[in-house]
């Protein structure tokens, strides 16, 4: 990480061919100076169900004003980038198009280097979509009985996808044609709460083809997307900051960089407790008011994992919080309990899950 001063979170003696987090990591400077680009998810991070997650406007403003980059990184390939753009500015946060970095674009590249430039590919989603690949070269169509057809794309087409987009990549990838989608994510964080996600979409064709055929898969966490945003960004020292443990977290462990988890999506904190290594992220906060700060150390003493007052431990299978203060009194930080029991958890559960007991520790932190 050059000269940027990080402490903590060491990694376990597996480093290398596989990373072993035994608990956070701290940061003497806040992230937006330690990074030089924050890599963003959308869906849950910055808003959910079209508006902002509160304090998302503030604090991304807070760490541009502060030099930090940002960049858009997102599953869903429903909008284009200059749609996406439009609304996070409208939303307070400005943007531009090159800001945005969709699956979209990582699975039309894709598509485009394994077929001849100008070839119709079925598109199952939205423009998003249609506007990769046009961007790549390559012609979207709609029907299965294209002559050339050379591929199928699916991607998040919205909640109003008709059925029949569906009967047409399955009678195309029953014929043989290559099958692609630009993520398998199964949900997504909306404003009345979680729906069915592009995932869920490649499933019904997966069924319906007998479930023989596997799609090649562009986005986080698999190397495509960030190739993509490497190639667009341009970071240095980049964080990854994300809701999710299996795309957004997992994505940065596959490409050997920081993270910070959010929850403000889809992710709680018996989830994180329970995280295998590749879902372990570097950092964890509330919200993107931790990009503004530093990350305290937790310390391992005596069997105990303390942060900010906080002592978590193991005993009788369960994991024990203890310390802290008052949840909800002056200077009290539950996400400091939070990455005390993330270092008991995953030092207890070393390259596995964590299978222990979490419900006492949780209700002590009120959750």
């Known amino acids: 990480m050059g000269d940027v001063e990080l402490r903590g979170g060491e990694l376990g003696p597996e480093r290398g061919a596989r990373r072993v987090r035994r608990r956070p990591g701290g940061s003497v400077r806040p992230l937006s100076e330690a990074y030089d680009t924050a890599l963003l998810d959308l869906d849950g991070v910055v808003y959910a169900g079209g508006e902002a997650i509160p304090h998302a406007v ?103 996808m008709p059925w029949a987009r569906f009967a047409e990549a399955g009678y195309a990838v029953a014929r043989g044609v290559p099958w692609y989608a630009s993520n398998t994510d199964l949900t997504i964080p909306g404003a009345r709460g979680i729906g069915p996600g592009n995932g869920a979409a490649v499933e019904v064709v997966r069924i319906a083809t007998g479930g023989v055929v596997e799609p090649k898969v562009a986005g986080k966490p698999l190397p495509p997307m960030h190739r993509e945003t490497v190639l667009r960004t341009g970071a240095e020292r980049p964080l990854v900051v994300g809701d999710r443990l299996d795309t957004d977290i997992e994505g940065a462990f596959n490409g050997g960089v920081d993270s910070l988890l959010v929850f403000t999506g889809v992710t709680d904190v018996a989830q994180l407790l329970a995280a295998v290594p590749e879902h372990r992220p570097t950092y964890v906060a509330a919200d993107l008011r931790g990009l503004l700060v530093g990350q305290p150390d937790v310390a391992e003493l005596g069997g105990e994992f303390v942060c900010g007052g906080w002592r978590a431990s193991v005993s009788g299978g369960a994991l024990v919080l203890e310390g802290g203060g008052e949840v909800g009194a002056a200077g009290v930080d539950v996400m400091d309990g939070v990455r005390a029991l993330c270092g008991a958890a995953w030092a207890e559960a070393g390259s596995g899950a964590c299978g222990l007991d979490v419900g006492k520790a949780l209700g002590r932190l009120g959750m």
Not at 72 to 80: D, G, H, Q, S
Not at 84 to 91: C, G, K
């Open 58 to 160: 503030e604090a991304l403003g807070a760490a541009r004003a502060g030099g930090m980059n940002l960049a858009y990184v997102t599953n869903n390939a429903l909008r284009t980038p200059d749609a996406v753009a439009v609304h996070l500015t409208e939303l307070g946060v400005p943007a531009e198009a090159a800001d945005v970095i969709t699956s979209a674009q990582a699975v039309a590249r894709l598509i485009a280097d394994e077929v001849p430039a100008g070839s119709p590919v079925l598109v199952v989603g939205g423009e998003g979509l249609r506007v990769a690949l046009r961007e790549r070269g390559l012609e979207p169509v709609e029907s299965a009985d294209v002559p050339g057809l050379a591929a199928v794309v699916q991607g998040y087409g919205g909640p109003d």
